[in-house]
């Protein structure tokens, strides 16, 4: 039986990332997947009941929906943007 080395499993070696490109991996998905999660919110009224007065959704609480979307996608982003900029600064401290 042969001895195995530090890193390595029978399938060959095993494959580790940096923590700094792992990150920026995953931000950049997060990123790519936020306009798609808020356009998916923007047509959730689009499934609300159409029919019986008694059924239907108000208008104005529609309204109220999209502009709490709207607002709620605009705080994610900024705090999406602070977290970013805070992993950055410490990467670039590692790296210094």
């Known amino acids: 039986m042969s001895e195995r080395r530090g890193g390595e499993t029978p399938r060959g070696?095993?494959?580790?990332?940096?923590?700094q490109s792992y990150r920026r991996?995953?931000?950049?998905?997060?990123?790519?997947?936020?306009?798609?999660?808020?356009?998916?919110?923007?047509?959730?009224?689009?499934?609300?009941?159409?029919?019986?007065?008694?059924?239907?959704?108000?208008?104005?609480?529609?309204?109220?929906?999209?502009?709490?979307?709207w607002g709620g996608l605009i705080l994610a982003i900024a705090l999406f943007g602070l977290v970013t900029r805070s992993w950055a600064q410490s990467d670039q401290r590692e790296i210094d």
């Open 13 to 19: 070696p095993t494959l580790f990332l940096e923590r």
């Open 25 to 69: 991996r995953r931000l950049s998905e997060v990123a790519r997947l936020m306009p798609i999660f808020g356009a998916g919110l923007f047509m959730v009224p689009l499934l609300w009941p159409v029919g019986d007065e008694s059924e239907q959704v108000q208008t104005s609480s529609a309204i109220l929906y999209l502009f709490g979307v």
